[in-house]
């Protein structure tokens, strides 16, 4: 199990989490994301609320028998007995009873306005609602939390109250009270200043639960931890409702490399990178590079003066070492590069420059030159070493031409619409003539390249066009608009990006095939001609 009880990482991505808008998780993604985060060695997953809807229901079910759990508890969700009601004839907390999860959080009232206004009972009852919600659920042997909403603010409405509602949840047996920044209002030193407040007066364990509206969540758990607090809940990627909740990933992160703190089992830190960004694979919610720690922007060095110096020290322009997460430093080839730019990134592409000094000097140029034409190599690695090794080696690594080309886009009576293209290829001394259909002409032309090159080298099968981008860029000296057009390909192994520029989009498209499928010919070990 988890390192100890002294210090909980709580994880709520399956139920606050995916309240994000455009994020729908079916039972099977929850499973899978639960043996992620199980895997990253966070102490308790809420897996939902067992009872309010079928899947949930059914996750809980699976759950049971699916879910062999190495580190983490199994939480379900859920609200206090509905007024008037006896705990043990309330149908949602019979379901939570039912769900045979080892911890159970419940959800109370804490603002004196939202108990009148929105549980439609008076603050007497509320604190019995708590109070019996959990001897009911003690008694039948689970562990209970209690997750106060919106504490903050019921703490600057009716500070008596809302401490009331501590007290009584702690005597009636809650292990944790997480006062929750529900609307995510707060800002970390009046939060603080709450926290301590609320230790001192109530003698409980708290935790903290924040969002981030005001972009300070991670900020607003860090400073309840210093506060006192020793539970701390938020959500991998900072998932959730409207800006979203605290990102655990950043809070651990912190916790563990800033406060020296050890929350996760040995070595477990190391895998945030891989488990971040294979989580946002099953929500399908596209990871943001710019996220702290990792993302793949986190660690990313653009200006030719940083590159100089992490050439001397990488802590001169890092805050940690990126493998402390699983990330790794990228250098960021572009206008600004400077030699030690340059320098760097054949060292992150493994490509040997030689002895000859000017080479260096050339990339540098030529990667200036083409910028200023609408290139940009930050995100096409693939072009980029093509460009390198054709300054190393003194020609353009060469595998076939591509004499021309013809695309097609036929729209028929029906209303559907296809594309055609032929492409002429010369290869070796052979030339080839290949058509191809697609779902459009770059889809149509990627088909012919690689459906004439095939015969040749049959280790083209394994491509696949992965991603395909268009930007319009601006028209320069009253000519038109020049197009930029990044391709991502797959050999199932690996991926990689490639760049065209034209003011055509086609031809730029092509451009970026082109050095997709010569690329991909290098990776798979074919010397060129």
């Excluded at 210090?7 to 993604?29: C, K, M």
């Excluded at 488990?275 to 720690?293: C, F, G, K, L, M």
């Excluded at 997460?325 to 206008?335: C, I, T, W």
Aim: proline share 2%; charged share 25%; net charge negative.
């Amino acid at each position: 199990m988890s390192i100890n009880d002294s210090f909980h990482i709580y994880d709520t991505t399956l139920r606050d989490g995916a309240q994000q808008e455009g994020l729908n998780l079916s039972v099977h993604d929850k499973l899978a994301i639960a043996r992620h985060l199980d895997d990253l060695g966070v102490g308790f997953i809420e897996g939902g609320w067992p009872g309010a809807n079928p899947k949930d229901t059914e996750f809980f079910k699976r759950a049971q028998t699916e879910l062999k759990l190495k580190n983490a508890k199994f939480v379900a969700f859920g609200a206090t007995r509905r007024p008037g009601v006896k705990a043990a004839d309330d149908v949602l907390l019979r379901a939570l009873q039912d769900s045979q999860a080892p911890v159970v959080t419940l959800v109370a009232k804490s603002h004196d306005r939202h108990v009148d206004l929105a549980l439609k009972t008076n603050l007497d009852e509320n604190l019995a609602m708590i109070r019996e919600s959990i001897e009911f659920l003690r008694a039948g042997g689970q562990r209970v939390f209690l997750d106060a909403e919106h504490f903050f603010d019921g703490y600057l409405s009716n500070r008596a109250y809302a401490l009331e509602v501590v007290r009584t949840a702690a005597e009636a047996g809650a292990d944790v009270i997480a006062l929750c920044d529900t609307n995510g209002g707060m800002l970390p030193d009046e939060l603080s200043q709450v926290v301590h407040d609320v230790l001192g007066a109530s003698h409980a364990r708290l935790g903290i639960h924040c969002h981030n509206d005001t972009g300070c969540a991670i900020a607003n758990s860090l400073a309840a931890v210093a506060a006192g607090a020793t539970h701390v809940q938020g959500t991998l990627n900072g998932y959730g409702e409207r800006t979203g909740n605290a990102d655990l990933v950043s809070i651990i992160a912190n916790l563990e490399l800033k406060k020296d703190m050890k929350v996760l089992p040995d070595g477990a830190l190391r895998e945030a990178f891989r488990i971040s960004h294979a989580v946002a694979e099953v929500t399908n919610v596209a990871p943001s590079a710019r996220q702290p720690y990792v993302g793949v922007s986190a660690f990313a060095h653009k200006a030719g003066l940083h590159a100089s110096a992490i050439k001397v020290d990488p802590a001169m322009y890092q805050h940690e070492d990126p493998s402390s997460v699983g990330n790794d430093m990228r250098m960021l080839v572009s206008e600004m590069a400077g030699r030690a730019s340059i320098e760097l990134k054949s060292v992150e592409l493994g490509v040997e420059l030689g002895d000859d000094k000017s080479v260096v000097s050339r990339v540098v140029a030529r990667v200036k030159e083409m910028e200023s034409n609408g290139y940009t190599f930050e995100a096409a690695d693939a072009s980029f070493e093509l460009l390198l090794r054709e300054e190393i080696d003194g020609k353009r690594a060469h595998f076939f031409t591509v004499n021309n080309w013809e695309t097609t886009v036929i729209r028929n009576e029906d209303g559907a619409v296809s594309s055609k293209a032929k492409v002429t290829i010369t290869a070796g001394d052979e030339v080839i003539v290949s058509e191809g259909l697609g779902n459009g002409p770059v889809n149509a032309i990627d088909t012919a390249l690689r459906s004439g090159l095939k015969k040749i080298y049959p280790e083209l099968s394994k491509l696949e066009l992965t991603d395909y981008k268009v930007r319009i860029l601006e028209g320069r000296l009253g000519t038109g608009a020049v197009t930029r057009v990044l391709v991502e390909t797959s050999d199932g192994e690996g991926e990689w990006s490639t760049i065209g520029v034209h003011e055509n989009v086609i031809a730029a498209s092509a451009m970026a095939l082109e050095d997709a499928v010569t690329f991909g010919l290098l990776r798979q070990g074919r010397k060129p001609e």
